[in-house]
């Protein structure tokens, strides 16, 4: 069997960057703590030998406090890789150093990769590289990950990883040794499993041997009497004093002449004055590149252009050449009708979303790479408080716009179960996808400045109410916002690139299939008549309530197969002058509040369970009518 | 202003059981026999008389309880045993294994005027080292006081000030474990950037931004 090696580190140094170049795989990489929730494998090849290679979440050690860090610590201890491969922000060494120590007691060979070389030089920190090694015991190599500088040069020296001779003074280290030596030769972990054991770690007790057990932990719990909090802090004190002395030993700090712009931008955007004047005029770009440029001006020409006057043509000859008959006449239907594959799956997928789509997530990308969302995060974590939230819930909230089935997966990087589940629900009820929200704004803008702010109201109204009474009701904590803000720097176009493309690919193989089965189980609807009959259910609600031609119940419908698709299909009833100004602002307001797509729904289901799915399902299809209902009643007396 | 003179033994006994039986009514163990014991086992195998005859405690079914006069001696005793192992533990840097000896002896010779003083320098610490809570003194209820505290809040500190963290008060584990993560190890410097939106906080070369509870759980020395 391959050898394998794990990339551990804390978060946000840049392991994913330096995974993903060193596999050739994708890892998600951006410029915010925590986004590798899930461990990446991937495989190198060294010299003529193979290697397996695991990338974990970051941690910030390994003392299992989150689900996190128990992750990295379980994969450790489970997998027990050959080599570790530990990256640090040079910048940080101290934190990293934390995580080294308690990785050094679990006796496996390992690297110390240190990057961000770049960053650490602006700030004017040098780190003495061969004194390092030798207090460590490692080898040591640095890089800088975003350039691609020094990556290299990691595969060099992963052959020649060694056992760090770093020994801690512990105070404790009697107490330690004692359990140590009884867990001794029946396994090589036994110092990293006594401290975990007197540190009151409930997790680790099935790491040990079953006939070992009853004594181990009497022998425990006698030692420690009820103070494993005082114990752990003893051992965390112990590590810091080691820390403390390495690092006065192998840093120098020079001293800098004046801020760079980038640091200066970077603590604007934290401002409360400035850093909103930012956050709007971020807003407003987003607004201009993908609502108006993209949604109206690019989307439009490939319609025009690329579908209409070249490819739809081609295809609607080439099935012309098919003849006529009754099975022809059904192929042509599903391939050219008005619910066709070609007429309708493949321009929406590529005339419409696709566009959006890849500007969204450059746009994104962008924000990301540049280390601005955290900064935004804390621009909105008083508002986001409001409705139980801290501003850590800026990345799934934003990526949202982008696409909220992605965006209920990255819910995961909240702590709470209250706090996930808040989101999940505020994602399928208020936050439109940018597919959605290009043809939305464009749908809008061509009634009046005007609707776009009631929509926008109205979007952002049901998104505090809805947050304010879930706050109320879901049962479980809150947590306080602690986030570390990364420097602000020049987002690399390589990588947002490399992101963007691998979004995109994620975004062909998981929703582009369910596109056009969508289509495809329309038309068939069409074909059994089940549109009509649904229609005819919904009419009373859809014409009555709401007050909007009959025509747009089957674009609800759509809705709830890909919510872009919905709006597409409002878009085209708009632009064929079916529904006037009031209309399109109420169908707006409901197919944004509506249900989220098939593919969000099921990842709601995993996520939640079909229980809380259904629940949320039936109460959002509720609320989204009964405000609709109301606001065209609001309309029509002005 | 002054240490009490030296207490009698039997004083301190008296207090010291006392002590045990507020801590551990407090936790909600007011079982007799059983805590009868325990300070048996601790303190001395008569105390418990003696506590019933000096009408410091009574019996009520099998329950112990305090009166006003022990609920007073033994709060107090608690309150300077805690404030003595924060002092000793952040102020004076004391092995933390070494503290609790120390403070079972200081603890009997503080008058409560000192204990005041001790609080207030320490800007009212709510917790112990060990995370159990320090009853409140007057001190902590009317805050004029003519000594300035040397260790506030977070959220006490003026921008742009040069502190180094004392200690961080929470019983939550995770906080705890991040912000020490983070860097934020006592003794560290720390220099707060802004206070709104949200607290930012520079720790060696990165900057933290937290909430306003958060900054009030973080206790740093001016």
């Known amino acids: 069997?391959?050898?394998?090696?794990?990339?551990?580190?804390?978060?946000?140094?840049?392991?994913?960057?330096?995974?993903?170049?060193?596999?050739?795989?994708?890892?998600?990489?951006?410029?915010?703590?925590?986004?590798?929730?899930?461990?990446?494998?991937?495989?190198?090849?060294?010299?003529?030998?193979?290697?397996?290679?695991?990338?974990?979440?970051?941690?910030?050690?390994?003392?299992?406090?989150?689900?996190?860090?128990?992750?990295?610590?379980?994969?450790?201890?489970?997998?027990?890789?050959?080599?570790?491969?530990?990256?640090?922000?040079m910048k940080n060494i101290e934190r990293s150093l934390h995580l080294f120590c308690e990785l050094a007691l679990f006796k496996i060979p390992m690297v110390l990769v240190l990057n961000m070389r770049?960053?650490?030089?602006?700030?004017?920190?040098?780190?003495?590289?061969?004194?390092?090694?030798?207090?460590?015991?490692?080898?040591?190599?640095?890089?800088?990950?975003?350039?691609g500088d020094g990556v290299n040069e990691i595969l060099k020296v992963i052959p020649q990883a060694t056992i760090s001779n770093l020994t801690v003074e512990y105070k404790n280290s009697k107490d330690i040794l004692t359990i140590e030596n009884v867990l001794k030769d029946k396994s090589s972990i036994s110092k990293a499993l006594a401290v975990y054991l007197l540190s009151g770690d409930k997790d680790i007790k099935q790491y040990v041997p079953q006939k070992l057990q009853e004594k181990v932990f009497k022998l425990v719990s006698d030692t420690v009497k009820d103070e494993y909090k005082m114990?752990?802090?003893?051992?965390?004190?112990?590590?810091?004093?080691?820390?403390?002395?390495?690092?006065?030993?192998?840093?120098?700090?020079?001293?800098?002449?004046?801020?760079?712009?980038?640091?200066?931008?970077?603590?604007?955007?934290?401002?409360?004055?400035w850093g909103t004047i930012i956050m709007l005029f971020i807003i407003f770009i987003m607004y201009e590149f993908i609502g108006v440029f993209v949604a109206g001006f690019v989307v439009d020409w490939i319609q025009t252009k690329v579908f209409e006057e070249l490819i739809n043509p081609f295809i609607a000859n080439c099935f012309d050449y098919l003849g006529t008959g009754g099975f022809v006449n059904f192929i042509k239907d599903l391939f050219v009708g008005q619910y066709g594959i070609f007429t309708m799956a493949i321009p929406y997928a590529f005339a419409i979303i696709f566009p959006i789509v890849i500007a969204f997530f450059s746009f994104f990308g962008i924000l990301e790479d540049s280390g601005y969302l955290p900064r935004l995060s804390v621009i909105l974590n008083r508002l986001f408080s409001l409705v139980g939230l801290n501003g850590k819930a800026v990345l799934p909230m934003v990526l949202g716009l982008g696409c909220g089935t992605m965006a209920v997966l990255s819910s995961r990087i909240l702590e709470t179960k209250k706090e996930r589940m808040i989101v999940v629900i505020?994602?399928?009820?208020?936050?439109?996808?940018?597919?959605?929200?290009?043809?939305?704004?464009?749908?809008?803008?061509?009634?009046?400045?005007?609707?776009?702010?009631?929509?926008?109201?109205?979007?952002?109204?049901?998104?505090?109410?809805?947050?304010?009474?879930?706050?109320?009701?879901?049962?479980?904590?809150?947590?306080?916002?602690?986030?570390?803000?990364?420097?602000?720097?020049?987002?690399?176009?390589?990588?947002?690139?490399?992101?963007?493309?691998?979004?995109?690919?994620?975004?062909?193989?998981?929703?582009?299939?369910?596109?056009?089965?969508?289509?495809?189980?329309?038309?068939?609807?069409?074909?059994?008549?089940?549109?009509?009959?649904?229609?005819?259910?919904?009419?009373?609600?859809?014409?009555?309530?709401?007050?909007l031609p009959i025509e747009t119940t089957s674009t609800f419908i759509m809705g709830f197969l890909r919510r872009d698709y919905g709006a597409s299909g409002i878009y085209t009833l708009a632009q064929d002058g079916l529904l006037n100004g009031g209309q399109i602002l109420v169908s707006a307001v409901v197919i944004t509040l509506f249900v989220p797509c098939l593919a969000q729904s099921l990842m709601v289901i995993k996520e939640h369970g079909i229980k809380i799915a259904s629940l949320v399902f039936v109460a959002i299809t509720t609320y989204a009518v009964l405000f609709g209902g109301l606001l065209r009643f609001l309309l029509s007396g002005f | 202003m002054a240490l009490n003179e030296h207490k009698s033994k039997t004083n301190r006994d008296i207090e010291e059981a006392l002590g045990v039986i507020w801590t551990s009514i407090q936790r909600g163990n007011d079982d007799f026999e059983e805590v009868s014991k325990t300070v048996k086992q601790g303190v001395d195998e008569n105390i418990i008389d003696e506590l019933l005859n000096g009408k410091y405690i009574v019996k009520e079914g099998n329950k112990i309880k305090l009166t006003d006069a022990g609920e007073d001696l033994g709060k107090q005793l608690t309150r300077r045993?805690?404030?003595?192992?924060?002092?000793?533990?952040?102020?004076?840097?004391?092995?933390?294994?070494?503290?609790?000896?120390?403070?079972?002896?200081?603890?009997?010779?503080?008058?409560?005027?000192?204990?005041?003083?001790?609080?207030?320098?320490?800007?009212?610490?709510?917790?112990?080292?060990?995370?159990?809570?320090?009853?409140?003194?007057?001190?902590?209820?009317?805050?004029?006081?003519?000594?300035?505290?040397?260790?506030?809040?977070?959220?006490?500190?003026?921008?742009?000030?040069?502190?180094?963290?004392?200690?961080?008060?929470?019983?939550?584990?995770?906080?705890?474990?991040?912000?020490?993560?983070?860097?934020?190890?006592?003794?560290?410097?720390?220099?707060?950037?802004?206070?709104?939106?949200?607290?930012?906080?520079?720790?060696?070369?990165?900057?933290?931004?937290?909430?306003?509870?958060?900054?009030?759980?973080?206790?740093?020395?001016?």
């Open chain 1, 426 to 547: 505020l994602l399928s009820l208020s936050i439109p996808c940018s597919a959605q929200l290009g043809i939305i704004l464009a749908m809008l803008s061509s009634v009046s400045y005007k609707a776009t702010i009631v929509w926008l109201l109205c979007i952002l109204f049901s998104l505090f109410l809805v947050g304010k009474i879930l706050d109320f009701y879901v049962k479980g904590e809150s947590t306080n916002f602690i986030i570390e803000i990364p420097k602000m720097r020049i987002p690399s176009i390589i990588n947002i690139l490399s992101k963007v493309k691998m979004r995109l690919v994620w975004y062909m193989k998981e929703v582009v299939p369910l596109f056009i089965l969508a289509t495809v189980g329309l038309f068939f609807m069409d074909k059994i008549h089940l549109l009509t009959t649904l229609e005819k259910w919904f009419s009373p609600i859809v014409v009555k309530f709401l007050g």
């Open chain 1, 118 to 147: 770049d960053e650490a030089l602006q700030s004017g920190i040098r780190i003495n590289i061969k004194k390092l090694t030798e207090i460590l015991g490692v080898p040591i190599t640095c890089c800088t990950a975003t350039t």
């Open chain 1, 231 to 273: 114990f752990a802090a003893q051992i965390f004190h112990d590590n810091n004093e080691t820390i403390l002395n390495i690092v006065s030993d192998v840093k120098k700090i020079k001293h800098r002449k004046h801020k760079g712009f980038m640091e200066k931008l970077g603590n604007i955007c934290l401002q409360p004055f």
């Open chain 1, 1 to 89: 069997m391959s050898k394998l090696i794990a990339f551990v580190g804390n978060p946000n140094v840049g392991k994913s960057v330096i995974f993903n170049k060193l596999t050739g795989q994708y890892a998600v990489v951006s410029n915010y703590a925590g986004t590798t929730v899930d461990v990446t494998r991937g495989t190198i090849t060294i010299g003529s030998e193979q290697y397996q290679v695991v990338d974990t979440p970051g941690t910030y050690s390994l003392m299992p406090l989150s689900e996190d860090e128990q992750v990295t610590r379980d994969l450790i201890i489970k997998e027990k890789p050959n080599i570790i491969v530990q990256v640090c922000d």
């Open chain 2, 81 to 222: 045993h805690r404030l003595t192992e924060r002092l000793l533990a952040d102020v004076l840097d004391f092995n933390r294994q070494d503290i609790e000896k120390i403070a079972c002896d200081l603890e009997h010779n503080l008058s409560t005027d000192l204990a005041d003083s001790i609080c207030t320098l320490l800007g009212h610490p709510k917790q112990c080292p060990h995370g159990n809570p320090i009853p409140e003194g007057n001190c902590c209820k009317n805050s004029s006081s003519k000594i300035e505290s040397i260790v506030v809040p977070l959220s006490k500190v003026d921008i742009a000030e040069d502190v180094t963290l004392s200690y961080i008060v929470t019983t939550n584990h995770d906080y705890m474990h991040k912000l020490l993560s983070l860097g934020m190890v006592p003794g560290t410097k720390l220099k707060l950037h802004q206070k709104f939106p949200t607290y930012i906080v520079k720790v060696n070369e990165t900057q933290i931004a937290l909430d306003g509870e958060v900054a009030n759980l973080i206790y740093v020395r001016k």
